[in-house]
């Protein structure tokens, strides 16, 4: 090797410890970028020619070192993980906050919820049952059932308002979608220009991966590779990008709440049409409009139904203070009078208590012609219709039942999401300290490039002194 072929391998090695420190501080400068992969600089020994001319050899050592490539330090494996523990904590917790706000609607245990409005009515209809003459206690009586018949609107109204703040959460969410795989298609282009011509794309990369993991709390997006350095998003077996291309997304489905079961909203593809099994997020909230709210909303109207037909039928075989039969105390809000009522018809929005005076109150159980013609003031059937309380069948034991389940499915739903918290937190470390930046290791490198630099330097210097003593000092020697 000769002096200047020499001088050209510190020249390489040089640079390749300037670059080494390049790297090393763009690591340390985004020590806290989320979305950050740490880089590398890989330094390869460059060869010594080993195509002979035609009359000599080259006994070389080599020539120097090259540090043209710098990679990000990522693990497939992890990040495929990654995003699929986050697109299943994302559907947890989707769930979870649902049954959170179904929770709220119905307000239970609580002063203001529908058991404890169950229960004031089972303790008027004892009053009644004790004064059955007494005007204000079936006074109360009414006033209690109004109360009732608000509580059971209130909570309905609340279901709904919960239904339609989900879907218009979905509708902004499959707007993100389809804004975050186009971002990702027009980066996949960028990154394919970049790799062709040679040029860094890792910065891209870290931005692309960003929006892929985004993707993947939203709908449970996948990634497979692609050319080029390009990647294509995958959500349940439908391509979503591949390469510079996007599908859009669109929710479709009914948007009103009485219909979620007949025609429940979904996401589909367009122009197509095809509905997509969407994970994470959206799959979440699917849920609660498909299941979650419209299966409550349905128990609260059989609720309604089940205290409207118990009661009525009972009301109507007793006898008010005039010694009139009894009218049907709960209706749809489309009758009146001595009408019969469908109870298939009510529901907990349009439920209604019809009787509007004390005196029609039908507590008694004996007709004027059994008392010789006078209006009966016993309170028979006062009394059989507080003792409904105690019926293993009734209103009340089925609302409580409503109340269990819907408090058992909160508990596991939130056990569930504890779960998966730790083990997407486990999954995000291990991601982390394969392509997480750490400050410690970054100093090590500093100071191992920085003595590199050191050491390369001294190298020229005396490779220079080399060759001064040969160029200025040989030919003296002969003189």
């Given at each position: 090797m000769?002096g200047?072929?020499s001088?050209?391998?510190?020249?390489?090695?040089?640079w390749?410890?300037?670059?080494?420190?390049?790297v090393?501080?763009?690591?340390i400068a985004?020590?806290n970028?989320e979305?950050?992969s740490?880089q590398?600089?890989?330094l390869?020994?460059?060869?010594a020619?080993?195509?002979?001319?035609?009359?000599?050899?080259?006994n070389?050592?080599?020539?120097?070192?090259?540090a043209?490539?710098v990679?990000?330090?990522?693990d497939?494996?992890?990040?495929?993980?990654?995003?699929?523990e986050?697109?299943?904590?994302?559907?947890?917790?989707a769930?979870?906050?649902?049954?959170?706000?179904?929770?709220?609607a119905?307000?239970?245990?609580?002063d203001t919820?529908?058991?404890?409005?169950?229960t004031?009515?089972s303790?008027?209809?004892?009053?009644?049952?004790?004064?059955?003459e007494?005007l204000?206690?079936?006074?109360?009586?009414?006033?209690?059932?109004?109360?009732?018949v608000s509580?059971?609107?209130a909570?309905k109204a609340?279901?709904?308002?919960?239904w339609?703040?989900?879907r218009?959460?979905?509708?902004v969410?499959?707007s993100?979608?389809?804004?975050?795989?186009?971002?990702i298609a027009?980066?996949?282009?960028?990154?394919?220009?970049a790799?062709?011509?040679?040029?860094?794309?890792?910065?891209l990369a870290?931005k692309?991966?960003?929006?892929?993991m985004?993707?993947?709390?939203?709908?449970?997006?996948?990634?497979?590779p692609?050319?080029?350095g390009?990647?294509?998003?995958?959500?349940?077996?439908?391509?979503?990008v591949?390469?510079n291309k996007?599908l859009?997304?669109?929710?479709?489905?009914?948007?009103?709440?009485?219909?979620?079961?007949?025609?429940?909203p979904?996401v589909v593809t367009v122009?197509a049409?095809s509905k997509?099994?969407?994970?994470?997020t959206?799959?979440?909230?699917?849920?609660?409009?498909t299941?979650?709210?419209?299966?409550?909303?349905?128990a609260?109207?059989g609720?309604?139904q089940?205290?409207?037909?118990?009661?009525?039928?009972?009301?109507?075989t007793g006898y008010?203070?005039?010694?009139?039969?009894?009218?049907?105390?709960?209706?749809?809000g489309t009758?009146a009078?001595?009408?019969?009522?469908n109870p298939?018809?009510?529901?907990?929005s349009?439920?209604?208590?019809?009787?509007?005076?004390?005196?029609?109150v039908a507590?008694?159980?004996?007709?004027p012609?059994?008392?010789g013609?006078?209006?009966?003031?016993d309170?028979?059937i006062?009394?059989?219709?507080?003792g409904?309380?105690?019926?293993?069948?009734g209103t009340e034991?089925?609302?409580?039942?409503?109340?269990v389940?819907?408090?058992v499915q909160?508990?596991?739903?939130?056990?569930n999401?504890?779960?998966?918290?730790?083990?997407a937190?486990?999954?995000d470390?291990?991601?982390?300290?394969?392509?997480?930046v750490s400050?410690d290791?970054?100093?090590?490198n500093?100071?191992?490039?920085?003595?590199?630099?050191?050491?390369?330097g001294?190298?020229?210097?005396?490779?220079d002194?080399t060759?001064?003593?040969?160029?200025?000092?040989?030919?003296?020697?002969?003189?």
């Open positions: 000769s200047f072929s001088l050209n391998v510190a020249r390489t090695a040089l390749a410890s300037q670059r080494g420190l390049d090393t501080g763009q690591n985004n020590v970028t979305g950050y740490r590398r600089a890989e390869q020994a460059i060869g020619n080993t195509v002979p001319a035609l009359y000599s050899v080259s070389e050592v080599g020539g120097g070192v090259s043209d490539k990679i990000r330090i990522r497939a494996f992890l990040e495929g993980r990654g995003q699929t986050h697109a299943n904590q994302a559907n947890l917790t769930a979870k906050d649902a049954l959170s706000q179904v929770e709220q119905f307000r239970e245990p609580g919820g529908i058991q404890s409005m169950l004031d009515v303790s008027a209809w004892d009053d009644v049952a004790n004064h059955p007494n204000a206690a079936r006074s109360q009586l009414l006033q209690r059932a109004e109360t009732l509580g059971l609107h909570t609340s279901l709904d308002g919960q339609n703040q989900t218009e959460n979905l509708q969410l499959v993100d979608v389809n804004a975050a795989a186009g971002s027009r980066l996949n282009e960028q990154i394919k220009q790799t062709i011509t040679d040029q860094p794309a890792n910065d870290d692309r991966d960003l929006l892929v985004t993707l993947a709390e939203k709908v449970g997006a996948t990634t497979t692609g050319e080029d390009a990647v294509n998003v995958v959500v349940a077996g439908t391509t979503l591949a390469g996007a859009t997304l669109v929710l479709d489905g009914t948007s009103d709440p009485d219909a979620a079961i007949s025609d429940p979904s122009p049409g997509l099994r969407v994970g994470g959206a799959q979440g909230q699917l849920a609660t409009l299941t979650i709210v419209p299966g409550y909303r349905t609260l109207d609720i309604a089940k205290l409207a037909g118990s009661l009525n039928d009972v009301h109507v008010d203070l005039t010694g009139t039969g009894g009218n049907p105390m709960f209706d749809d009758g009078g001595p009408t019969p009522v298939l018809t009510i529901t907990a349009n439920i209604r208590v019809r009787i509007k005076q004390p005196a029609e507590a008694a159980s004996l007709s012609a059994a008392t013609g006078t209006p009966s003031r309170g028979g006062a009394d059989k219709i507080s409904m309380r105690l019926d293993p069948a034991a089925k609302y409580r039942q409503l109340v389940q819907l408090g909160s508990a596991v739903a939130t056990r999401l504890d779960i998966q918290s730790v083990i937190t486990q999954v470390a291990s991601r982390d300290s394969v392509a997480g400050i290791e970054e100093m090590t500093m100071l191992q490039f920085q003595h590199a630099y050191s050491a390369a001294r190298l020229v210097t005396a490779i002194e060759l001064d003593t040969l160029i200025n000092h040989t030919g003296l020697v002969g003189r």
